[in-house]
């Protein structure tokens, strides 16, 4: 059947030919005689508009992974051209490869890309038909120019010898001690396609290896994922101890690969695949030692984008009528899983924990934040453990964490001795920090010294940043951010004639209070504020404001911005309302945080506004159950800083599952590389450890914290103004 | 002396010499600086409040100024052993400007009198310096304990040693005698303002001392933190677990002070405080002499048995 077409097809393209020939050809290239770099994948031909061309793309099974991701990826590419590309898989059928031949010059496209042509010589007939009707075709793999425009051919000989090569390497690392010849291995090739017997006697040449010895030699034609299956159940029944397997494509190595994991599912890593082609999702998966024993395949053409792309460059000039190579040699590239010996044990035994620690004050001045701060630790712990714990690919399993903290007694001297415990007895991988900025201070010194990463919340001050530590890292709002944020909510929430203008600021005269108190005054004049009282007081319980008060109110001051600790704040508040001046908008961090706030203050206390770095209403992934394990252990939802505590946890784990390994340095650099979904939101980190991180602003309301800024997180309307302390 | 004694007392300082070198973990290193910088401060605190009897609560000002002494010159380039120098130096000067009007102070006003200095200059000290006290990282890079651990021994077996001279000379005598009864030394030639200014330079010049080893020991704190009272009360409270007016009693309050409250922090966790401050009530009422006096009480008992008539001058004070 096939002859008695064969003959009438060639005499009419013959035909075609002298008829073609008497007409004026298109100014084509002259051939060269040197392979071709492969097309610049940035070099646009010189081309004349293609919208609306029609391109054919013909290859020889539609089943195959490989041959898949790049006609498809070929295809979008011309899409966004305008080009339709329509895809034809022969399915192994030389008949039906010439019909949809002969259906692509019926339907009068504009380019051809014919792949591993069935039947080499009777595609050619074909070819010289397509040319004739004005068809450009390109061929792939075909190493003689022949009738086609274009060519793009690979040394099928070299893909095999590269297969072997990278099957030598992994047996020699993964068998140090094995004997010469000892490493059976199989190929899984086919002598009857000339492309692919060159490929398989390419591979064959891993009998050149010293320690492998090639047992069995298996013909199949084209290694579908079930074929593959087959021929290495019978490869294992004929020999047992084959341990690597050559295939000459993606789909075979997926089924080898199946049998393989049947076969040792105990014991995989003693066992290796490796392909001729790539499909894109083994070429994925491969680096990341994801596709069991499916270990190594060679990318014809470099990775498959870099044939996607030189294929549709190559096409694109010839259908445009523009330059395009005529001959073009595909380089080869490799993707390997890097093998790891089986000697021994294939992986160092994991430790039973990872260990992650902090100095925390529990008890002390700060001892209320730490408070706030430890079960967002363990709480975060209890639930990355209750998945097994963080997995590092250096042990390749999951290890849990386990948490050690002391209390420093809020004692910076303490803490650093603490942190000096954790490192030498307890070997921690990460820091978590304690509260307070002071401590924070002495910490993160410690933590630079030892090059331990360091994860610290609870604590604004941006001026710690600035030391040039790298060790350091804070998913925590800063001053710069916190001042700038107070006036733009202003401007955003309150309209501009209701807003007020008239700023007082009593801050401390310790370094954050300085330093948010100046960033205050620059960010007051750049919103259009004015600041008209600045008031100081060193840090103490129990300040006298009433003077400072009295010139806010002489002022006309709307705006009070400030940072008291707790009793102090309670004690500026109650003498504000002896004194009768009610601020309509106020910003007090630190005093308002606890709950004690709303249970002292009363009314008094309400409508104030704070910056404590997150709320148990935000609406981001983890935070109801974070809330719900909070309410089970203290009966209320999670204190404002529980939150950022377990977001560090997060940071740390995430960090060492990307580093896939304990060694605090990569860890460090995981960490500072963090893009991570948090209960706090989305974290990364800036070059000098600060968070980009939410801001949220929160608002005392009939005596509950309340979420009011941003719009989309809020759990309730924003209040303003503060009617006067007399008439609530 | 007994030739004992100085075997038991070389070889103990022989041994601690050698720690760093066998010992390799930072924490344990670390630990022993902190009981060495304890015994200097409880050992300089008890030259004027245990052999002289004026019991200060100011100590930290002299602490403070050390260590903000020998920061600031140290970060600005000059070399730590003569930085240290010229914390102890400061300290001196400004124990000896304090001195005299404090010293009209007698009993608690003198207490109180010391305690309130030290605020205000605490105070000031926060307002002036409000920043952290941290190295640079380059600093932090090459940082060793070796060279402060070695530091910190040495000052606490010259601070020891001073002690143990101070109490065998003349000097040492007169602060005694102070101590026991001002109005009848002086009337037996002893000038008491004297005595009490000398205990006051030598407590405050080695207070002073022990500050500016902890800046060089230090990596990061406020410039506020080494003048805030809680320095005050923990040499106070050394020196009283350990026994007043002896040289072992500081030494052996430090360590007390130090190790216990390590062991009980990393053992017992958030009850340390509790249980720390249960045994130091308990020192209190039943050995109201310190630890100190549980070895007297034996030796006591001992010679009473032996030589029943024999009484003994001690330079413990009376109570």
């Known amino acids: 059947m096939k002859a008695k077409l064969r003959s009438p097809i060639v005499i009419v393209l013959l035909l075609s030919m002298l008829l073609a020939a008497c007409t004026t050809p298109t100014a084509a290239p002259e051939p060269t005689t040197e392979p071709a770099a492969p097309a610049e994948p940035t070099k646009a031909p010189a081309a004349g508009s293609i919208e609306g061309k029609k391109v054919c793309y013909l290859i020889p099974e539609s089943g195959n ?25 022969a399915e192994g059928n030389a008949t039906t490869q010439y019909n949809q031949i002969e259906n692509c010059i019926s339907q009068g496209v504009d380019g051809m890309v014919i792949m591993a042509a069935l039947e080499p010589e009777g595609v050619a007939a074909a070819v010289l038909e397509a040319k004739a009707a004005g068809i450009k075709v390109m061929g792939v793999p075909v190493d003689e120019q022949g009738p086609y425009d274009a060519i793009m051919h690979t040394d099928q000989y070299e893909i095999g010898t590269t297969m072997a090569e990278m099957a030598c390497e992994w047996i020699d690392a993964t068998y140090p001690d094995a004997e010469d010849n000892s490493v059976e291995v199989a190929v899984i090739g086919t002598k009857g396609t000339e492309n692919i017997k060159k490929r398989s006697e390419g591979m064959e040449t891993i009998d050149d290896c010293a320690k492998a010895k090639l ?44 049998a393989m994991a049947a076969y040792a599912p105990d014991n995989l890593d003693e066992y290796a695949v490796f392909s001729g082609d790539v499909s ?77 620690g902090g100095s925390i004050p529990l008890t002390g001045p700060f001892g209320s934040l730490g408070n706030m701060v430890l079960p967002g630790y363990e709480i975060a712990v209890e639930d990355i453990n209750a998945e097994g714990g963080v997995y590092v690919e250096e042990y390749g399993t999951k290890i849990p964490l386990r948490l050690t903290y002391y ?44 090059q331990v990463p360091y994860c610290g919340i609870a604590f604004a001050l941006y001026q710690i940043h600035q030391q040039g530590y790298k060790y350091l890292f804070s998913p925590f709002p800063k001053s710069p951010q916190q001042a700038k944020d107070t006036f733009e909510i202003l401007n955003a929430a309150i309209p501009e004639g209701e807003r007020p203008t008239k700023v007082a600021i009593f801050s401390y005269s310790d370094d954050w209070g300085k330093e948010i108190g100046d960033l205050w005054e620059q960010n007051a004049a750049e919103n259009g504020y004015e600041v008209v009282v600045r008031e100081e007081r060193p840090v103490a319980p129990d300040n006298d404001w009433s003077d400072a008060i009295l010139k806010a109110k002489a002022a006309g001051a709307e705006v009070l911005l400030s940072l008291p600790i707790f009793p102090d704040g309670s004690g500026m508040f109650k003498t504000m309302a002896e004194l009768g001046w009610t601020p309509k908008f106020s910003v007090v961090i630190r005093a308002p945080e606890g709950v004690n706030w709303g249970e002292s203050m009363g009314a008094i206390g309400d409508y104030v506004t704070i910056f404590p770095g997150w709320h148990h209403g935000e609406k981001f992934p983890g935070v109801d159950e974070l809330n719900a394990a909070y309410e089970a252990k203290f009966g209320r939802p999670a204190d404002l800083l529980t939150g950022p505590a377990y977001a560090c946890v997060q940071i740390v784990a995430a960090a060492i599952e990307k580093a896939g390994t304990l060694d605090r340095a990569a860890v460090r650099d995981a960490m500072a590389a963090t893009d991570l979904e948090t209960v706090i939101g989305p974290v990364t980190f800036n070059e000098d450890g600060t968070g980009n991180v939410l801001n949220p602003l929160i608002q005392w309301q009939n005596g509950q914290l309340q979420l009011v800024w941003p719009e989309e997180q809020a759990t309730a309307e924003f209040l303003y103004p503060a009617p006067p302390f007399e008439e609530r | 002396m007994r030739n004992l004694q100085i075997i038991f007392i070389v070889l103990l300082i022989i041994i601690l010499v050698c720690i760093p070198m066998v010992i390799e973990k930072d924490s344990l290193i670390n630990l022993f600086i902190l009981i060495f910088l304890y015994i200097t401060l409880a050992s300089s605190w008890n030259i004027l409040g245990g052999y002289t009897g004026q019991t200060s609560l100011g100590h930290a000002a002299f602490f403070g100024l050390g260590a903000l002494a020998t920061r600031l010159l140290w970060i600005e380039g000059f070399p730590i052993y003569p930085s240290i120098l010229a914390g102890g130096l400061l300290a001196v000067a400004f124990a000896l400007l304090i001195g005299a009007p404090t010293f009209r102070l007698k009993g608690v006003y003198f207490a109180i009198g010391t305690l309130a200095l030290a605020q205000i200059l605490n105070v000031t000290v926060g307002n002036v310096f409000p920043t952290i006290a941290a190295l640079p990282v380059e600093e932090l890079t090459t940082y060793q304990l070796a060279p402060r651990y070695y530091l910190l021994l040495g000052l606490a077996v010259v601070v020891v040693g001073v002690s143990y001279l101070l109490v065998k000379s003349k000097y040492g005598l007169g602060m005694m005698a102070v101590r026991e009864q001002e109005d009848a030394a002086e009337s037996l030639g002893i000038s008491a303002l004297r005595h009490k200014l000398l205990a006051l330079a030598i407590s405050a010049f080695f207070t002073g001392l022990g500050g500016g080893a902890f800046a060089y020991y230090h990596v990061s704190y406020y410039y506020q933190f080494p003048f805030s009272p809680v320095w005050s009360l923990d040499m106070l409270t050394m020196v009283f677990i350990g026994g007043t007016g002896t040289v072992l009693g500081p030494i052996i309050g430090a360590v007390f002070f130090v190790v216990l409250k390590e062991f009980l922090v990393l053992n017992v966790g958030e009850y340390h405080l509790i249980i720390f401050g249960g045994l130091f009530i308990l020192v209190v009422l039943f050995l109201p002499g310190g630890i100190i006096s549980i070895w007297k009480k034996i030796q006591y008992a001992r010679t009473h048995r032996l030589r029943p008539n024999v009484a003994k001058l001690s330079p413990e004070p009376k109570r």
């Open chain 1, 65 to 89: 992974a490989f041959l898949s991701g790049l006609t498809e990826g070929v295809k979008e590419k011309f899409a966004a051209d305008g080009v339709e590309v329509a895809i034809y898989g």
């Open chain 1, 215 to 258: 047992v069995q030699f298996v013909d199949v034609p084209e290694a579908t994922i079930s074929e593959a299956v087959s021929a290495t159940e019978n490869i294992f029944t004929a020999n047992p101890d084959v341990k690597v397997i050559l295939v000459v494509g993606d789909s075979g190595a997926q089924g080898v690969a199946e």
């Open chain 1, 280 to 356: 894109p999702d083994t070429q994925e998966k491969l680096p990341k030692c994801e596709a069991g024993a499916y270990r190594g395949a060679v990318a014809i053409g470099g990775s498959l984008d870099d044939l996607i792309q030189s294929t549709y460059s190559i096409m694109k000039g010839m259908i445009s009528g523009g330059d395009y190579p005529v001959e073009t040699l595909d380089p080869l590239t490799t993707f390997r899983c890097e093998p790891t010996p089986v000697e021994g044990a294939a992986k160092p035994p994991a430790p039973e924990f990872i260990e992650i």
């Open chain 1, 407 to 450: 209390d420093d007694e809020s004692d910076p001297t303490k803490a650093v001795s603490r942190l000096e415990t954790l490192f030498s007895e307890q070997n921690v991988t990460a820091y978590l920090g304690g509260a307070g900025s002071s401590m924070h201070a002495a910490a993160s010194a410690i933590a630079e010294k030892n």
